[in-house]
T-cell receptor, first 114, second 112 residues
Framework: AQSVTQLDSQVPVFEEAPVELRCNYS??????LFWYVQYPNQGLQLLLK??????LVKGINGFEAEFNKSQTSFHLRKPSVHISDTAEYFC????????????FGTGTRLQVFP | EAQVTQNPRYLITVTGKKLTVTCSQN?????MSWYRQDPGLGLRQIYY???????DKGDVPEGYKVSRKEKRNFPLILESPSPNQTSLYFC???????????FGPGTRLTVT
């Protein structure tokens, strides 16, 4: 079955430092990949998505992610984080046999300290 | 303002008492979906709908029903709620497929 693994449940980082949130998925076929962000007490918001084309995807708020098919990864990066980036981040993938369904990872809580 | 609305936002109920959580979007989206969020499990898809009168099961459909009689509305029905359905529920919609979903603010349900 399709699965998404976010290895880090929490990532603490100081303001202005770079950050990488890791996401690995299991699939032998083409998939769509997404990163969503959830600020405290809010719904989810799409950060970026990979459907096809360039493997480096740029999203909102200075985030980017790189699709690596050989490593089945879609890690999220930001070169310099702000306090306002404190939130929970979810990686998600469509199953290879059904692009109408979405499977989420368990989330990574990014805590940015001053 | 383009948005997905859910009602109620908070609900405490007892085991077995039927309830409905409403979801409405004003963006003329074809695709709508329900998720539940539980600590340590992330979000799991309950049901989704590709268009009016077209629905399908997600990963955790047991104990839930949905209907899509109008394009804008996608209610989630719990015929006989149980404590293991205590969770945070999100409705989402997107224009045609899953590629860019807009999420509602969430409904926190407690079943005692």
């Amino acid at each position: 079955a399709q699965s998404v693994t976010q290895l880090d449940s929490q990532v603490p980082v100081f303001e202005e430092a770079p950050v990488e949130l890791r996401c690995n998925y299991s699939s032998s076929v083409s998939v769509y990949l997404f990163w969503y962000v959830q600020y405290p007490n809010q719904g989810l918001q799409l950060l970026l998505k990979y459907l096809s084309g360039s493997t480096l995807v740029k999203g909102i708020n200075g985030f980017e992610a790189e699709f690596n098919k050989s490593q089945t990864s879609f890690h999220l990066r930001k070169p310099s984080v702000h306090i306002s980036d404190t939130a929970e981040y979810f990686c998600a993938v469509t199953p290879g046999d059904n692009t109408d369904k979405l499977i989420f990872g368990t989330g990574t809580r990014l805590q940015v300290f001053p | 303002e383009a948005q997905v609305t859910q009602n109620p936002r908070y609900l405490i109920t007892v085991t077995g008492k039927k309830l409905t959580v409403t979801c409405s979007q004003n963006m003329n989206h074809e695709y709508m979906s329900w998720y539940r969020q539980d600590p340590g499990l992330g979000l799991r898809q309950i049901y989704y709908s590709m268009n009016v009168e077209v629905t399908d099961k997600g990963d955790v459909p047991e104990g839930y029903k949905v209907s899509r009689k109008e394009k804008r509305n996608f209610p989630l029905i719990l015929e006989s709620p149980s404590p293991n359905q205590t969770s945070l529920y999100f409705c989402a919609s997107s224009f045609r497929d899953i590629s860019e979903q807009y999420f509602g603010p969430g409904t926190r349900l407690t079943v005692t």
